[in-house]
């Protein structure tokens, strides 16, 4: 059972707007950062957006981030096909001191 | 560009011990925080340990406090994963990724490496 909380899977049809929650507590998302994490089949994941809502350079801006309080969520417009993945939220954790992540949140492309 | 390739991963028996190694590249490794990340086939991703810029701090995750142990040699560019008393559960895909400063900002990550512990 993961320390943060996402919905198992999302879908969207291309050019809709899709958002992915997560959900922490006060140790986690409500005193540190909040980061996005994109998993195409097969391969390493990689990072879509840190800090909350900063953009890595490379990642399309029709990703965005947001926090408020002890959850966060993750936007993604103008949906393409190559969004198709997983992705999944992480922030550290005062408490347990380490990284937790979210279980993860399959994205379909109708 | 940066450059992390794991090695060192394979089948080993319940009880084994295993060493995983990470070779960086294309930045200066002595500068930068780096962790183990986990997936198991099929499920999540897990953090597994973290190891401060000079060594001088490490942070695990309780599931294998006591039996794994993270190291990193700055001259070499190579993070290394001490795996000892290995369980079936421990059975994954191991990443290394590299902290950009903040504790779970993982801004490069490597291809990793399989390690399947089974009888």
């Known amino acids: 059972q993961s320390v943060l909380t996402q919905p198992p899977s999302a879908s969207g049809t291309p050019g809709q707007r899709v958002t992915i929650s997560c959900s922490g507590s006060?140790?986690?998302?409500?005193?540190?950062?909040v980061y996005w994490y994109q998993q195409l089949p097969g391969t390493a994941p990689k990072l879509v957006i840190y800090?909350?809502?900063q953009r890595p350079s490379g990642v399309p801006d029709r990703f965005s981030g947001s926090k408020s309080g002890t959850s966060a969520s993750l936007a993604i417009s103008g949906l393409r096909s190559e969004d198709e993945a997983d992705y999944y939220c992480?922030?550290?954790?005062?408490?347990?001191?380490?990284?937790?992540f979210g279980a993860g949140t399959e994205l379909t492309v109708l | 560009q940066v450059q992390l390739v794991e090695s060192g991963g394979g089948v080993v028996q319940p009880g084994g011990s295993l060493r995983l190694s990470c070779a960086a590249s294309g930045f200066t490794f002595s500068n930068y925080g780096m962790h183990w990340v986990r997936q198991a086939p099929g499920k999540g991703l897990e953090w597994v340990a973290f190891?401060?810029?000079?060594?001088?701090?490490?942070y695990y995750v309780d599931s294998v406090k006591g039996r794994f142990t993270i190291s990193r040699d700055n001259s070499k560019n190579t993070l290394y994963l001490q795996m000892n008393s290995l369980r079936a559960e421990d059975t994954a895909m191991y990443y290394c990724a590299k902290d950009r400063g903040v504790l779970g900002d993982f801004d490069y990550w490597g291809q990793g490496t399989l390690v399947t512990v089974s009888s």
């Open positions: 800090r909350n809502n």
């Open positions: 190891i401060r810029y000079d060594g001088s701090n490490t």
């Open positions: 992480a922030a550290w954790d005062d408490t347990l001191s380490g990284v937790v």
């Open positions: 006060s140790s986690n998302i409500g005193s540190n950062y």
